[in-house]
């Protein structure tokens, strides 16, 4: 309404001029009062007219904003949905798995330990059999124990060989012989035989070099009595000489020196079934 207020105006005072009608100045002055007023509500009309057009425009623009990023929202968290479902569909296969991987391992554990308590009892058992075997030797430096799941029997130098010599003596054969005995009832057993000496130099035995060679010849010493004399299977027994450098005790005190020089017979179940089943 307010919009033609201008245009009536004008029209008014053009009819008023066009009629002759002679106004008095204050009256004259009213209507340009009247008019300047019309003119600012006019202007003012149209500014904010411009004003709240462009509030429209932002406003459209805002909801046309919106309304992609909600689209883009509901797209991402339908995506969220259909890899939650999935996530679940691939735990619920993965937990199937490792729970039948879990009894396949907890079924190999138990069958490695029934393995494992079954060499302990062999090598229990043969332990008690030796010692029983080798009791009239254990005073003369004999000693039989078990390390690390193999029966160690030990036998000083003396009990076995004059000094610096690697031919065995006639009591170092009847130990020997009681020991295949027993090793005889047991083909599962493999046997290393291990020289070992002090650490004095080797002086005046021919072709002996040194420490090396002793612990060498008298292991083969006793590997030759033991498979030749006593017919126990070569494929079994192993000679390896030490030297020096595995002792019993770091010393060189004469009663020290006797116990490092010794003969080690080591005797280890065959774990053929345990090493197939780590495979």
């Known amino acids: 309404m307010k919009n033609l207020a201008l245009p009536i105006f004008v029209l008014v005072l053009i009819t008023s001029f066009s009629s002759c009608v002679v106004l008095s100045p204050k009256k004259y002055n009213g209507l340009l009062a009247q008019r300047d007023s019309l003119s600012l509500g006019w202007e003012a009309s149209h500014i904010k007219i411009a004003s709240l057009e462009e509030e429209i425009a932002s406003l459209r623009s805002d909801t046309s904003s919106l309304n992609s990023r909600l689209a883009g929202l509901e797209a991402r968290a339908q995506g969220l949905d259909d890899n939650l479902s999935s996530l679940r569909s691939n735990s619920s296969t993965e937990i199937s798995k490792l729970s039948a991987d879990l009894q396949k391992r907890e079924a190999r554990l138990k069958e490695v330990e029934e393995i494992l308590r079954k060499r302990d009892e062999a090598t229990n058992a043969l332990k008690n059999k030796l010692q029983k075997a080798l009791l009239g030797f254990q005073q003369s430096g004999l000693t039989v124990d078990i390390r690390n799941g193999k029966v160690y029997v ?20 009847l130990v020997l012989k009681e020991l295949a005995m027993v090793l005889k009832t047991q083909p599962e057993i493999n046997i290393s035989v291990e ?85």
């Open 154 to 173: 030990s036998l000083t130098d003396k009990l076995l060989f004059s000094s610096g010599s690697i031919v065995i003596d006639d009591k170092g054969k």
């Open 195 to 279: 020289g070992h000496t002090d650490n004095q130099r080797v002086v005046n035995l021919g072709q002996i070099k040194d420490n090396w060679d002793l612990s060498v010849l008298r292991a083969t010493s006793v590997v030759r009595f033991l498979t030749e004399g006593e017919n126990i299977e070569n494929s079994r027994i192993t000679a390896t000489g030490k030297g020096e450098y595995q002792p019993i005790e770091q010393g060189s005190t004469p009663d020290i020196r006797s116990r490092n020089r010794r003969i080690e017979i080591v005797l280890s179940p065959k774990l053929d079934e345990l090493y197939n089943l780590i495979k």
